[in-house]
T-cell receptor, first 121, second 105 residues
Framework: EVQLLESGGGLVQPGGSLRLSCVAS????????MSWVRQAPGKGLEWVSS????????LYADSVKGRFTISRDNSKNTLYLQVNSLRAEDTAIYYC?????WGGGHYFDSWGQGTLVTVSS | DIQMTQSPSSVSASVGDRVTITCRAS??????LAWYQQKPGQAPKFLIS???ILQTGVPSRFSGSGSGTDFSLTISNLQPEDFATYYC?????????FGQGTKVE
């Protein structure tokens, strides 16, 4: 069974930084695209960023491009998201999600429980 | 970027009802569409891929249909555990968007 455990969230002032982590188990981590998806309080889901299995190739939503950096350490089965220049609108639960490529589409088939990032002075 | 629009934003239903949620894409996305279920305080759960393919363990009362720009999720014989928020997601390309969600209450 795939398990994803996020950590690193917290309260940070506008303009601040955090590093989110997601430790994966129950899968051959390096063979999967991994992603971050966020959900602002009481709002819907927003895809944030994805990274290829070997760490080669990353994608970002326009809303975070230039401020967030996704990375992974396959030796530690860990996905990271470095979040810089944080804004109030970045306040959200950040979910780690495992990717599934099938039939030309990309889906998120396993999710962690999320880590809450709150940006406030 | 492709925008996804769900309707209705909420639906009131009773156990045993048949509920249909629709999702419209701003551009043609073939069958590259997923559906997720989210209960309060929980992570989303992957229900359907490729517009109509039920994932392992998902009850057969859930079904998906559609292609191109118009899609739907139907829950027949609604059960107490089905009261939740449902999201569609366009799965094509390299930028993936979700609908705004439909709450079944």
């Amino acid at each position: 069974e795939v398990q994803l455990l996020e950590s690193g969230g917290g309260l940070v002032q506008p303009g601040g930084s955090l590093r989110l982590s997601c430790v994966a188990s129950g899968l051959t981590f390096s063979t999967y695209v991994m992603s971050w998806v966020r959900q602002a309080p009481g709002k819907g889901l927003e895809w944030v960023s994805s990274i290829g299995g070997r760490g080669d190739g990353s994608l970002y939503a326009d809303s975070v491009k230039g401020r967030f950096t996704i990375s992974r350490d396959n030796s530690k089965n860990t996905l990271y998201l470095q979040v810089n220049s944080l804004r109030a609108e970045d306040t959200a639960i950040y979910y780690c999600a495992k990717g599934l490529n099938w039939g030309g589409g990309h889906y998120f088939d396993s999710w962690g429980q999320g880590t809450l990032v709150t940006v406030s002075s | 970027d492709i925008q996804m629009t769900q309707s209705p934003s909420s639906v009131s239903a009773s156990v045993g009802d048949r509920v249909t949620i629709t999702c419209r894409a701003s551009q043609h996305i073939s069958s590259w569409l997923a559906w997720y279920q989210q209960k309060p305080g929980q992570a989303p759960k992957f229900l359907i891929s490729h517009a109509s393919i039920l994932q392992t363990g998902v009850p057969s009362r859930f079904s998906g249909s559609g292609s191109g720009t118009d899609f739907s999720l139907t829950i027949s014989n609604l059960q107490p555990e089905d009261f939740a928020t449902y999201y569609c997601q366009q799965a094509g390309g390299v930028s993936w968007a979700f609908g705004q969600g439909t709450k079944v209450e």
